[in-house]
């Protein structure tokens, strides 16, 4: 079942009597289990008509949950969130087999959900038999274009709008977990007071950047060979309590997919044409290839051979993570490689 598939659904008899919910995008994931609940539950007899267990539960103790039969709702709700039996490293034996042998009977009269934070492991015995019951639900992470939609439509819902590339601008800084987005959107919201559009210097003015929005800014300081305005955001980095390591993948990447870019550039990739060859949003893309037309793709390269050599000085021993992520950073501000 796909998780809008959930939202769907308004007649608790429609639900099956097995649940399985997991996946990255938590927001989402806590909305369902919400709309569940609310379609399900009678208000105000969630203590007698839904139970919810929060870790250690064995499978005898939710079965003879889920055979109590409803009081005042249509159907019982049991909610088992992270349950040992499916997210313990080594979970009991015992409680598996049960556990397993339990979920293809759960009554008609019960909705069996056994939630997971973030992505469950597959190769779990209790996950392969919720998805022999057509069980499994994922909620996974929204991709930016996906995420930007999401950020307008719940500014429409505080009386805002926001242009499609402004929205895009959003989650470039803000990224796409929407619980972190949600909270930006109302920061934002409130800042705006009675205006009725976001802009980009609204954007600018509060949303708290990502760590990769960050690095990002970063390069394009390290591009523009301005020192302080790159070791500033370093700063910021640093005081964040980001690992060097972490820090110089992050460069990477962000050189790697420049790099890209310069390589699509150079076969006449612009604007739509080079967002949809990159998968990535059209707001995205013009940064993108803002930042890749100011080197040639051979100045990229080394850019990227670069990191790749701290990178492995770090592995090797030869290098301290911090040296060596100072050292890519001096270096590509010194105005090292070819130009073309």
């Not at 790159?230 to 110089?248: H, I, M, T, W």
């Not at 790099?259 to 967002?275: C, E, I, P, S």
């Not at 790749?308 to 770090?314: G, L, P, S």
Request: hydrophobic content about 45%; some cysteine.
């Amino acid at each position: 079942m796909n998780y809008a598939d959930v939202f769907k659904i308004k007649d608790s008899s429609a639900f099956p009597s097995l649940l399985l919910f997991h996946g990255e995008e938590e927001y989402i994931k806590e909305q369902a289990l919400a709309h569940v609940r609310g379609a399900v539950v009678a208000p105000g007899f969630e203590a007698v008509d839904m139970t919810v267990y929060d870790g250690d539960v064995r499978p005898q103790a939710l079965s003879e949950a889920c055979e109590t039969l409803p009081m005042m709702s249509p159907r019982r709700l049991v909610v088992a969130r992270d349950i040992p039996a499916l997210c313990a490293s080594k979970p009991a034996e015992e409680d598996v087999k049960r556990l397993t042998a339990y979920m293809a009977n759960v009554p008609p009269s019960t909705i069996l959900l056994l939630y997971v934070r973030d992505r469950a492991d597959a190769r779990k015995a209790v996950f392969k038999a919720a998805l022999k019951e057509s069980a499994v639900v994922e909620f996974a992470r929204l991709g930016e274009r996906e995420a930007a939609g999401w950020a307008a439509k719940e500014l429409r819902k505080a009386g805002k709008v926001i242009a499609p590339l402004v929205a895009e601008k959003l989650v470039m800084t803000a990224g796409c977990d929407l619980t972190r987005l949600g909270g930006e959107i109302l920061k934002l919201a409130a800042y705006a007071g009675e205006r009725g559009e976001i802009t980009p210097e609204d954007i600018a003015a509060v949303v708290t950047r990502t760590v990769e929005s960050t690095v990002f800014e970063m390069c394009d300081a390290l591009l523009a060979g301005d020192g302080a305005r790159s070791y500033k955001l370093l700063k910021e980095l640093d005081e964040a309590g980001e690992n060097p390591v972490g820090l110089l993948m992050l460069l990477a990447r962000t050189l790697q997919t420049a790099y890209r870019a310069r390589q699509w550039l150079d076969t006449g990739a612009r604007g739509a044409d080079l967002a949809a060859k990159m998968g990535i949003t059209g707001y995205a893309a013009t940064r993108t290839a803002e930042r890749a037309s100011r080197k040639g793709a051979a100045w990229w390269r080394s850019a990227c051979a670069l990191c790749a050599d701290a990178e492995t000085a770090i592995k090797q021993g030869r290098e301290r993570d911090e040296l060596a992520f100072a050292r890519v950073v001096g270096t590509l501000l010194s105005g090292f490689g070819p130009e073309k």
